[in-house]
């Protein structure tokens, strides 16, 4: 990960006791071989497009018989879904895949999965021979015939397509919380931001039918989910490749509408497919979550023009003015990266003084960091890590009062919150709202988790919002 600190509101959430217990085995279960295939460990890094390949990824090793185990030393097959992002990815999977080199017995074995596999590629077998299997995300639609590979013995599986039209399907997927599901709605990426390793990872564009999206809702919904978050590198770029070309505010919509499903959520938005029709829906359908989740990387038309984001400062500025001036309007969350090759002192204080600006509700910031293959790992002007280290101090500096600042003002507000868990502290819960505040309260009722209760703010930290349960 990159040490800028995570001041997005969700990143505050404990997961502690908000998930349902997966369906795993302790080590002495599996130890007893109750599974006929094997059992398999699986651990995730990255955005919530791995987190949700993995639920994926689990489900068909799951349908082919595997179970899950929760240490690696109970597996026989060990799988890493790693992320490339940001910063020194592929040494870290090196340095972790060592350490399991000397744990690892005669029987089990090591797959590396996500974009550090299609980075890396059949390199990984060289730098680490005691893997078998190297996927990256573009072919998990393949894993039933690899892992039949990998069972009949052979000891270098590969699935590295990048050049594919298809997405991932699966008829089974294991989700790890009980209320809110993941939905991909578009795979890969073709915007080609020069800072940016994900359209060499996750391959080009591609988009599921609208039908069948609405046909996994459904399911969902009666199965006791409530919330849907669908997914995309560039979610609103969604193009329906089927005959009813539905627009993505109209699958929103749709979605919005499906009996049980309370709260519709979609990450991330890129601001130039970000229209007017998509503020419309959130207007017109209170189950549409009112956030927006629109990177904007910097303030400086220069630089943005240097990251080829395809817009300008004041074009990205129209975008928010339409948001905030909508009859509902949404909490605007973003993400910036300080310190891009040629970045001036200049050109970064136009960065601060966006965020006076646009006032966000959260800030997700990194220091620049050159990825293989992109085309700003070539461009001059590197910003020395001292100078990008102060830059992003002073940025999350000036987020922390603009953010404090703006929860103060709620205090009295009442939010409907949607219960994620129960804090250690007697009496008091926390949850997120529709427009993704972490709010914690207290209520003396027994049980609430996965229930949407109402709840009058009273205070706040710098981060998250304090109240009491209105009963
Ligand atoms: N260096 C720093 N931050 C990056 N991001 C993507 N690539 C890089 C990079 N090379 C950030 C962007 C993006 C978020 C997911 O990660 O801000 O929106
Ligand atoms: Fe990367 Fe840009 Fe695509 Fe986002 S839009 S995944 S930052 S290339």
Redesign the pocket.
Same mark, same amino acid.
């Given at each position: 990960m !990159?040490e800028g600190i995570d001041i997005r509101l969700e990143a505050l959430t404990n997961p502690a006791t908000a998930r349902a217990p997966a369906p795993v085995l302790t080590a002495s279960t599996a130890a007893e071989g109750i599974s006929p295939r094997g059992t398999f460990f699986l651990e995730t890094f990255g955005?919530q497009m791995n987190e949700h390949d993995s639920e994926k990824v689990a489900g068909v090793l799951l349908a082919r018989g595997y179970q899950q185990v929760e240490t690696p030393e109970a597996a026989s097959l060990i799988l890493y879904n790693t992320c490339s *992002? +940001?910063e020194k990815a592929a040494q870290k999977v090196f340095s972790r895949l060592g350490v399991y080199r000397d744990l690892l017995g005669k029987e089990q074995r090591i797959g590396v999965l996500g974009c550090v596999a299609q980075q890396e590629g059949e390199a990984i077998f060289a730098r680490a021979p005691w893997v078998s299997l190297v996927c990256g995300s573009a072919s998990y639609r393949h894993l039933p015939q690899m892992l039949a590979q990998l069972e009949a013995g052979e000891q270098r599986v590969t699935g590295l397509d990048n050049d594919t039209d298809e997405t991932f399907e699966t008829e089974v997927t294991r989700r790890d919380n009980p209320w809110r599901a993941y939905i991909t709605i578009i795979e890969g990426c073709d915007k080609a931001c020069a800072?940016?390793?994900v359209p060499f990872t996750r391959g080009p564009e591609r988009s599921r039918d609208s039908g069948r999206i609405l046909a996994e809702l459904r399911k969902l919904a009666d199965a006791g989910f409530t919330e849907v978050q669908f997914l995309g590198q560039t979610v609103n770029s969604y193009l329906d490749p089927s005959p009813r070309k539905m627009r993505f505010s109209a699958l929103l919509s749709a979605a919005a509408e499906v009996q049980g499903i309370r709260r519709v959520r979609f990450t991330t938005s890129h601001p130039r497919d970000f229209t007017s029709d998509i503020v419309e829906a959130i207007e017109a359908h209170p189950a549409i979550c009112n956030h927006v989740h629109l @990177?904007v990387?910097s303030g400086s038309t220069r630089v943005l023009r240097a990251m080829q984001r395809t817009y300008s400062r004041s074009e990205y500025l129209e975008k928010i003015a339409m948001i905030r001036g909508a009859k509902r309007p949404s909490a605007i969350t973003t993400? *910036? *990266?300080v310190g891009f090759p040629g970045e001036t002192a200049a050109e970064f204080d136009e960065t601060l003084s966006l965020l006076d600006q646009v006032k966000y509700e959260g800030v997700f910031s990194?220091?620049? !960091? @050159? +990825?293989p293959n992109t085309p700003a790992a070539a461009m001059p002007g590197a910003v020395p890590e001292l100078e990008q280290s102060r830059r992003l101090a002073l940025l999350q500096e000036r987020q922390r009062a603009i953010q404090i600042d703006a929860l103060r003002k709620l205090a009295g507000q009442m939010f409907e919150v949607h219960v994620d868990g129960k804090s250690k502290k007697e009496n008091q819960w926390y949850g997120h709202s529709s427009c993704n505040r972490v709010v914690s309260f207290h209520s003396p009722a027994t049980e609430l988790l996965g229930q949407y209760v109402a709840v009058r703010v009273t205070g706040c930290t710098p981060n998250s919002l304090i109240g009491d349960h209105l009963q």
């Open positions: !990159s955005c *992002i +940001r800072y940016c390793v @990177p990387q993400d *910036i *990266i990194f220091k620049y !960091s @050159p +990825r």
